[in-house]
């Protein structure tokens, strides 16, 4: 297999099981996990972006000296991007539970008010 496949598997699995873990954590709703692979695919592409370009502030000879380092920090890095874009999706479909009180005032509240 070509090592660079290799990596853009690695760092797919790196974003989306994070992202699949905040999905679950918050109980989203349904349809985000039908969302799940592609914006899992959209995180790990912004994070190879976002990678390439802090990438090139290290110091050069980073990549030999620090390497294992410098590889894992990327995988930090797809792995918090995942986790905390699987948080805002999993937030905007969240469902509404009974004991949600965002609700508004209940209608018992509304009938003890007097004119």
């Known amino acids: ?26 109980r989203a709703q349904g349809r985000a996990y039908f969302r799940w692979p592609v914006y899992s695919v959209m995180v790990m592409v912004l994070g190879v972006v976002l990678w390439n370009v802090l990438h090139k502030w290290l110091p050069p000879d980073w990549s030999a000296t620090h390497a294992s380092l410098v590889y894992y920090g990327a995988l930090a890095m797809y ?12 937030r905007l479909t969240q469902g509404k539970t009974p004991t949600d009180s965002t609700n508004g005032p209940s209608t018992n509240e509304q009938s003890h008010h007097e004119p």
Do not use: D, S, W
């Open 1 to 26: 297999m070509n090592p660079q496949i290799r990596e853009l598997i690695i760092a797919y699995v790196a974003t989306a099981v994070p992202f699949l873990g905040a999905l679950l954590m918050l």
């Open 79 to 90: 792995m918090l991007l995942g986790f905390g874009m699987g948080l805002l999706l999993g």
